[in-house]
């Protein structure tokens, strides 16, 4: 089957900005992860969705970032107004379980000029 | 909070050799630990998973091993190939509630050499 799709694959954006970055995971997942992957380092961790229910928003680095996932399947990030610090790859992860193996999108690399 | 190192930050062999890789971290409650492979411009590929009552996982050349105690993890890739060049990197789970979270390290990049 299909793994976790994510689009576009590259997004440049103007600062101030607004953007929207898409995931679709494997279907059945109930877990949804959005990771944030700066030049040279690991995943950092933004938030966690259980089907529809948004469980931790705690790693989102400001209220400019907003994730949504409104029927349990296909999720969006957003970024307001967005800043040269936004520019990041963007990785989506879903897992059929909060603690399985996760599997990964190839994320959104967005830059911001 | 979790802390997950990697070492070396780079390692370049040439074929056919056996390598390994180190990952430590500071918080040993940790239910298990994953190694995951990148490569240039990709997502993440999930190679083993480790519980933390298991003390190795072997997938082909691959063999992970776990010693919770010490707040270690090696990756040993048997026989290199070009094709194993990539980025590794190693995840543990964040201890109590958030155990969900996963707090990686910042990765060795392998270069095998034809």
């Known amino acids: 089957g299909a793994g976790v799709s994510q689009s576009p694959r590259y997004k440049v954006a103007k600062r101030g900005q607004d953007v929207a970055l898409r995931c679709d995971p494997i279907?059945?997942?109930?877990?949804l992860f959005w990771y944030q992957q700066a030049l040279g380092q690991g995943p950092e961790f933004l938030t966690y969705?259980?089907?529809?229910?948004?469980?931790?928003k705690s790693g989102l680095p400001s209220d400019r970032f907003f994730a949504e996932r409104p029927e349990g399947s296909v999720s969006t990030l957003k970024i307001q107004r967005t800043q040269q610090e936004d520019s990041a790859v963007y990785l989506c992860?879903?897992?059929?379980?909060?603690?399985?193996?996760?599997?990964f999108g190839n994320g959104t690399r967005l830059t911001v000029t | 909070k979790q802390e997950v190192t990697q070492i070396p930050a780079a390692l370049s062999v040439p074929e056919g050799e056996n390598l390994v890789l180190n990952c430590s971290f500071t918080?040993?409650?940790?239910?298990?630990l994953q190694w995951f492979r990148q490569d240039p411009g990709k997502g993440l590929t999930s190679l083993l998973l480790?519980?933390?009552?298991?003390r190795e996982q072997t997938s082909g050349r691959l063999n992970a091993s776990l010693d919770k105690s010490s707040g270690r993890s090696t990756l040993y890739i048997a026989a290199s190939q070009p094709g194993d060049s990539a980025t590794y990197l190693c995840?543990?789970?964040?201890?109590?509630?958030?155990?969900?979270?996963?707090?990686f390290g910042k990765g060795t990049k392998l270069s095998v050499i034809p």
């Open positions: 992860a879903s897992s059929s379980q909060g603690s399985s193996p996760l599997h």
């Open positions: 279907s059945g997942h109930v877990s």
């Open positions: 969705f259980q089907n529809e229910a948004q469980l931790d």
């Open positions: 918080d040993s409650a940790i239910y298990n």
């Open positions: 480790i519980q933390s009552s298991q």
């Open positions: 995840a543990v789970p964040n201890s109590g509630a958030g155990s969900y979270q996963l707090t």
